[in-house]
């Protein structure tokens, strides 16, 4: 079986600031795909992007596209379509574990922002992994 890696890079989008990171899809099988994530937002934002963009490389696969840009803007989540959604689960449940997440909650009674320091990630995240969990209980 082929391994399958991906290259990741941070860079200023100096045009396209708005833009949060996004994925390059191979060319050819040969290829590397490749994640590029905005130099200049904070580590937890960065980490969370590069989860999300591995999501979309792992479920959507595409060879009809080239690239894959993405804003990761929680307030817009109304608006997100499936695969938005399904990348962000799948970022979510990658940089919080469940068993762990239980834990740390458990231990902290429920303390949200102690969770997402821990975990380094957002409050958001939190929040949409504990709605997520309890959707699929
Ligand atoms: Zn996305």
């Known amino acids: 079986m082929q391994r399958r890696c991906v290259e990741v890079f941070e860079s200023k989008f100096i045009k396209h600031d708005n833009i949060d990171g996004f994925l390059e899809y191979p060319k050819k099988s040969t290829e590397r ?5 905005n130099k200049d937002r904070p580590t937890q934002r960065k980490k969370f992007t590069l989860a999300h ?11 009809k596209r080239k690239y894959r840009i993405d804003n990761l803007d929680y307030s817009q ?11 962000n689960y799948f970022a979510a449940t990658l ?19 102690f969770a997402a ?21």
Do not use: C, M
């Open 33 to 37: 795909p490749k994640i590029y994530l």
């Open 77 to 87: 989540s109304n608006k997100e379509t499936k695969e938005e959604t399904d990348a």
């Open 117 to 137: 320091e821990y975990f380094g990630v957002s409050k958001p995240v939190i929040e949409n992994r504990i709605k997520w969990l309890q959707k699929n209980k």
């Open 95 to 113: 940089l919080v574990p469940e068993k762990k997440l239980r834990s740390i909650l458990g231990l902290s009674k429920g303390d949200i922002e």
């Open 53 to 63: 963009e591995l999501g979309h490389f792992i479920l959507h696969n595409s060879a």
